[in-house]
């Protein structure tokens, strides 16, 4: 089972070119179905059946992993039967038809506006370090990019002139954004700077030994940046999810937010609509007379 998965996750890197974070959730979940056939007596991946499928999904249910986590290990499996499939090495798939538990869906934290403008209206020093965060600060709310699209950015993808940014977003799929005149000042400010360290590096974004930006030191500056001038936790995809909210409850143009997101499904960018409609109920509670309603969770 395992030369079997090593074949997979080869695949995955090489053919496929699926991100470092992508690979490493593939190579845990996977590693988890291999452990627990073991303990089963399963010795290849032909011989394991749906319903010794579901008594995992059941195990690990009980044992408190959440349905997402569930999701995406049922997600890996059947990718992996896909390629085994493919492969001529099994004939069936015993993930298919799986449904993973339903667990309750948690609204993505974001900031509201005042609290977006406050974090970026925040005073900026001239120095390497400050212009570079600012900028990122900057092109992760204008554009709502994801983390893995802003550290893969070069500098040939921003068009400053036109105000746009092309992307490479998942599955490889190419798709061009606006940006915003603000964030396109403080990206003009960043690359004037960007140049009093050595780089042959064309990212767009440098650390101070000139090479490319790690999405994990990327993380640090938001979150850095989140508790010097907000005082709270931060981290860029909630810079995205506070995008897509501003920009919903602003346009209610669901189809557009999905577009500018790169969202596959409309139902995944759906959940936006709680959050706007939570900004509603908000706003008749604090308006309407005789409102009274209950705050909701």
């Not at 020093?125 to 990122?136: G, L, N």
């Amino acid at each position: 089972m395992q030369v079997q998965l090593t074949a997979f996750l080869t695949y995955l890197q090489v053919e496929r070119q699926v991100s470092a974070h992508t690979l490493s959730a593939y190579r845990s979940d996977l590693a988890k179905v291999i452990d627990w056939a073991k303990a089963q007596e399963i010795q290849h991946w032909r011989d394991l059946q749906v319903a010794q499928l579901r008594e995992l999904v059941a195990q690990l249910h009980k044992g408190g992993l959440a349905g997402r986590s569930i999701a995406r290990l049922l997600s890996a499996v059947r990718g992996l039967y896909t390629y085994l499939i493919r492969e001529a090495v099994c004939q069936h798939d015993p993930a298919a038809g799986i449904r993973p538990p339903k667990g309750p869906r948690k609204l993505p934290k974001v900031l509201d506006v005042d609290r977006a403008q406050q974090l970026l209206d925040s005073p900026v020093a001239d120095d390497f370090s400050s212009c570079r965060d600012h900028a990122i600060l900057e092109l992760l709310y204008s554009s709502g990019l994801r983390l893995s699209e802003l550290v893969g950015l070069n500098i040939v993808d921003v068009d400053l002139a036109q105000g746009l940014v092309v992307v490479l977003g998942k599955g490889n799929k190419q798709r061009m954004l606006p940006v915003g005149s603000q964030a396109v000042a403080a990206v003009e400010r960043w690359l004037a700077v960007r140049g009093q360290v050595k780089s042959h590096d064309q990212a767009l974004f440098i650390g101070v030994r000139g090479r490319r930006m790690s999405p994990q030191l990327v993380r640090e500056r938001v979150r850095l940046a989140g508790s010097r001038d907000l005082g709270q936790h931060l981290h860029p995809h909630m810079l995205r999810h506070s995008f897509a909210s501003h920009i919903l409850e602003s346009s209610h143009d669901l189809r557009a937010v999905q577009e500018l997101l790169g969202h596959a499904d409309i139902s995944t960018t759906q959940i936006y609509t709680h959050l706007d409609f939570q900004h509603l109920a908000q706003v008749y509670d604090q308006a309407h007379p005789r409102a009274k309603r209950k705050p909701t969770s």
